[in-house]
């Protein structure tokens, strides 16, 4: 594309879509620091997950909120 489109047709409003998506993303996803990731490997480490493994009844209850 040589230039932005006018606002008042679909490609403009595509385009001013686009904008506001990029702009939403970029306001939530902020960079971790290198520490902060440490950190959370330190904590999780060792830790091992069985996900085919079924919950406790406690927290299988779809009751809970």
């Known amino acids: 594309m040589d230039a932005d489109p006018d606002l008042d047709t679909p490609a403009g409003e595509r385009l001013n879509a686009s904008i506001l998506l990029v702009q939403a993303y ?19 480490s ?14 299988d209850d779809p009751g809970m909120p």
Do not use: F
Request: charged fraction near 25%; aromatic fraction near 0%.
């Open 26 to 44: 970029e306001a939530l996803c902020v960079p971790v620091d290198a520490e902060l990731v440490e950190h959370l490997r330190s904590l999780t």
């Open 46 to 59: 060792g830790v091992e997950v069985d996900l085919d493994q079924p919950l406790p009844p406690e927290i």
